[in-house]
């Protein structure tokens, strides 16, 4: 049994889109609600949804606990801003006949993306082909709660990278980029504190400028134009605001 999981938090826009995309091939849709938009819970239901609702603490905890949830023993996550084509279901439910046929010890896909940013398909700048862990075999791989961003999957078996894109229509507004990027980089600066990991006075400028060069150069940022450009800015700048929380949590402590 397959089981789509969609973790929201105020998804109304997209809620609606994300399960229509994967109703055809679905043999469970859980909706993962950390929010408490009646929209969002209307919406999910009417699209043929079982909605839970949870307090968010950190992605990997919330990703574990919808697991938990779950009524299949394979587990599909879904971004509400992510779709997913009938070539994508085609491709999982393959995998996972195949491998309960030959009796092998896959337990995780990795699912590769088609980022679109600011209205453009960003096919470098570090976003292609963005490979995610996106489904797992339940009791045998899960979310590394040491990891609350950024997740990583812990496998207690073999792994294959599938070849269907999702389509994530990751950043729309500047506005939501700052929003998210502000997120991601304070629960990575918690994770180097927590690593006991303190930033040196020359890290304000060397990680800025190592992670402009990581993007625009060795990610062939160059190649998406202005957007590569912008994007390679833009994360150099939060690598940047990375050192200094990392320094004022350490302060604190």
Known sequence: MLSVIVLTLDEVKHI?????????FADELLVFDSAVDARVVELAKASGARVVQRKFDNYAAQRNAAMQAALGD???FMDA???ADALVGKEIRRAIAQIQDTLSNEVLFWIPR???????????????PDYQPRVLKKGKAWFDPARPVHELVIAQGGELFLTNPLTHFNYETLAQFRTKQQRYTRYEAQSMVAEGLRPRRRSYI????????????????YRDGLHGL???????YYAFWRQVWAAELTARK
């Open 206 to 221: 060397s990680m800025p400028l190592r992670e402009f060069l990581r993007r625009f150069v060795s990610l062939q940022g």
């Open 114 to 128: 088609k980022n679109y940013i600011f209205g453009k398909w960003i096919q470098h700048t570090g976003w292609s």
């Open 74 to 76: 394979w587990i599909f």
């Open 230 to 236: 912008g994007l390679s800015l833009l994360m150099a």
């Open 16 to 24: 609606q889109a994300c399960l229509d995309s994967v109703r055809d």
């Open 81 to 83: 801003d992510e779709r």
